[in-house]
């Protein structure tokens, strides 16, 4: 845990001083303090005669690397013989040999004996008398049986098919023939001319073939062939053809250019080259007015210090020191008022990421503005105001209007520009904190545009007078336009690499045109109902207590995404069927009640849910007891259970919107079946949200969040208020036909079995 802290420690303050590295840089580069100082370029002509003071050595690098170059061409290509290659051609000459040899034995191995079986008589003169003849035994031994040539070679020819014919004939007929000569006391010619093959092509692979030779290489023992000395002169000629066919068509290429080695070598001969130096002794001319500059120039003129320094440094250090100092205090401001920020790497780096950005925005009026003030205006400092307001919160955004404007400030010096980009970082803060839609997006975009215009007319008008203000106010809202777009176009980006959720993708999530969503609708549609009107309740609540609304009717439509991998577990979805769980055991109904959240966590990495919005999915049950089947595995079994056994294993509820779902959820499927069962009145509706909020509080599901008792007393009012809308009493309809056969009355819709109630935990 205490490297954990250390390393996320680490991770902070590298990304704070990254970023305070690039935004000093960004201030600071190109910014002309004074006099602009004597610029030597090479080939350019010296602006005047350079005398050495004192002996000077200088490397001259281009006659050194020239040098090292032609030294590393004269080295040839290294390359190597690959042992793997001389083992695959050998094991294929050999097979030709063994493949001939084999062809070439007996069918019938010789001294193959039969044996003819004796037969036995028996016969009978007299009771108890019996006389037993029998025939001698006869063993005929057979004499051995070849293959027949022709055969022999139709199976060389099918095993080897590129050999020539005729090397074929020559192998086959070798090999017979040495049954002759070891009948005659001879030697075998057939294993000397296999040795032979295996000595040649040994030979030709310890040369070393490359590719292109090898073609060559091929026609030499072809056109060439090895002598076999040890053949008889009738013999030689076939045979001796036979091996080059052989070792030829089994040769392969196997010697390669060794890159590494080569490189190595090439290395080798330019270190071994020495600098090449040119030496100015005192007194000498280094180079003459109008001349052409050469780097050894440059490099001799440099070391002897004959540059004059121009220009003072004092200036751009304290700039480079207050926007250091700007970085370091916004840093300090996150860490003292925003430490659920500060205590996460990845958003240290996302705000550091801001800075360096504002950091950048600072020098677009130095670029278009020239001698333009009104196009100063430009300047797009909303557009940190939308985006920390959007990645991070109100307390981020309100911060950086400090940099962005002290970062203008140091680039321009314009305090015109300093206080508009001040202002206008603060303009759309509070316009995009409550979205809660698209639409809503969309006119906070254009009602801070629509700001931004009397803000710059009236700093043009104080600083610059009356005549730009015309301007100033078209480029102000200019400015306000391109902010906002670029916003909408940055902020998915920045939210996807540093894994945030923003109002964009809830937006997104919410739309019913989304996958997900679509996938419940069509798999699981009483799930996706239920889904909607637990969007509906926790939006509610949500505005009751202050907590995110958007956020939190995301996290609704999507808490049950597990149902739809096998919908028909669920109660919601059991419409015209009947319940498959009265056919299961308690445990494995619990079981499979219990999946449905470890499925959702899976769709919901599949369909790359946000993390924040997942979460719902993990903490909509919490560790709650399924009651249902806990009660029926009590009553089947008549013993204690482990109530472990039928809760879920999701997580507690932490934040405001996580503990709104979980009693959003609860409070639905609950009032869903006090419905079916009787006629909803407010004080049941009221006394039902009442009892499963003191349940969740009484089974410590509420422990770990922040909520406070007053706040669920707004939820639980929020709820009845949004339950008594949805199942109002109606009138009856006198003659309106209903499934009972009787009138549409208090109630809501009459027809149908009344369900078995449902266990609000599934």
């Known amino acids: 845990m205490r490297v954990q802290s250390r390393l996320t420690a680490v991770l902070r303050v590298g990304a704070l001083v990254l970023a305070g590295l690039l935004a000093v840089l960004i201030v600071t580069v190109g910014q002309d303090f004074g006099p602009a100082p004597v610029v030597l370029r090479v080939g350019e002509a010296a602006p005047q005669t350079y005398i050495a003071p004192a002996r000077v050595s200088v490397v001259d690098l281009a006659a050194t690397e020239t040098a090292r170059s032609e030294a590393a061409a004269q080295v040839a290509d290294v390359y190597r013989i690959d042992t793997q290659v001389n083992e695959t051609v050998l094991e294929d000459v050999a097979d030709v040999f063994a493949t001939v040899a084999m062809v070439a034995e007996p069918v019938l191995p010789p001294g193959t004996t039969t044996t003819t079986g004796a037969e036995t008589t028996t016969s009978s003169t007299a009771p108890g008398d019996t006389t037993t003849t029998s025939e001698p035994t006869t063993t005929t031994t057979l004499p051995a049986e070849f293959q027949p040539r022709a055969e022999q070679i139709i199976l060389v020819k099918e095993a080897h098919n590129l050999l020539n014919d005729l090397t074929i004939a020559a192998l086959v007929d070798l090999v017979n023939g040495d049954r002759a000569r070891l009948e005659a006391g001879d030697t075998e010619l057939f294993p000397l001319v296999r040795q032979e093959a295996v000595d040649i092509a040994k030979e030709y692979l310890s040369r070393g073939i490359q590719v292109p030779e090898l073609g060559e290489v091929r026609s030499e023992l072809v056109t060439l062939p090895p002598p076999l000395v040890l053949l008889p002169d009738e013999l030689r000629g076939p045979a001796e053809a036979a091996v080059a066919d052989v070792v030829q068509l089994s040769l392969q290429a196997n010697e390669f250019r060794d890159d590494a080695a080569t490189q190595e070598a090439r290395l080798a001969a330019r270190q071994a080259v020495p600098p090449k130096t040119v030496v100015f002794v005192a007194g000498e001319s280094i180079v003459r007015q109008g001349d052409r500059l050469t780097e050894v120039h440059l490099e001799a003129i440099e070391d002897l210090g004959l540059i004059e320094e121009s220009g003072e440094e004092s200036p751009l250090r304290a700039m480079a020191l207050v926007a250091a100092l700007m970085v370091a205090l916004a840093a300090a401001f996150v860490a003292r008022t925003a430490a659920d920020l500060w205590r996460r790497p990845k958003m240290v780096g996302l705000f550091g990421l801001l800075l360096v950005m504002a950091a950048l925005a600072s020098r677009v009026p130095e670029l278009v503005a020239r001698d333009r003030v009104e196009l100063g205006f430009m300047v797009p400092a909303a557009l940190f105001g939308y985006l920390a307001a959007s990645l991070f919160d109100s307390r981020v955004a309100v911060l950086m209007a400090l940099p962005v404007s002290a970062f203008v400030a140091l680039t321009t010096g314009d305090p015109a520009l300093v206080v508009f980009s001040a202002a206008a970082t603060l303009t759309p803060i509070p316009l995009v904190s409550s979205v809660s839609s698209r639409t809503q997006l969309n006119l906070a975009v254009v009602s801070s545009a629509l700001l931004h215009v009397p803000l ?61 969503l679509r996938r419940i609708e069509d798999t699981a549609p009483g799930t996706f109902n239920h889904s909607i009107l637990v969007g509906n309740l ?22 049950d995404l597990g149902k739809t991998v096998d919908p028909k577990f669920f109660v919601e979805n059991q419409f015209g069927v009947t319940n498959p769980h009265d056919r299961l055991p308690p445990a494995e109904s619990a079981s499979i009640i219990r999946g449905h959240v470890a499925e959702g966590l899976r769709l919901a990495r599949a369909y790359r849910i946000p993390p924040d919005v997942a979460q719902g999915i993990l903490t909509h049950h919490g560790t709650s007891l399924m009651r249902y089947f806990f009660h029926k595995a009590e009553t089947a079994n008549g013993e204690d259970l482990d109530p472990a056994d039928y809760r879920h294993r999701g997580r507690k509820p932490r934040s405001k919107e996580m503990v709104i779902l979980m009693l959003a959820d609860a409070t639905e499927a609950g009032t869903r079946a006090l419905v079916q069962n009787e006629d909803p009145t407010s004080e049941s509706i009221r006394e039902l949200v009442e009892n499963i909020i003191a349940e969740k509080v009484e089974d410590g599901q509420l422990e770990e969040s922040d909520v406070t008792f007053g706040e669920l007393t707004r939820i639980k009012e929020a709820f009845v208020d949004a339950m008594i809308g949805y199942y109002h009493t109606r009138i009856p309809y006198p003659g309106f036909p209903t499934a009972r056969g009787g009138d549409f009355g208090a109630g809501g819709e009459a027809g149908g079995s009344t369900p078995e109630p449902e266990d609000p935990s599934q």
């Open 456 to 516: 710059a007319a009236a700093i043009a008008w104080f600083f610059y007078g009356s005549d730009t203000v015309v301007l100033s106010a078209i480029w102000g809202f200019v400015s306000g336009i391109a902010s906002g777009v670029a916003a909408l176009g940055v902020l998915p980006v920045l939210a996807s690499v540093f894994g945030i959720t923003t109002t964009q993708n809830l937006l997104d999530l919410t739309d019913r045109n989304h996958p997900a």
């Open 538 to 559: 926790a939006d509610r609540a949500s505005r009751a207590v202050g907590a995110n609304p958007l956020l939190a009717r995301a996290m609704a439509y999507y808490h």
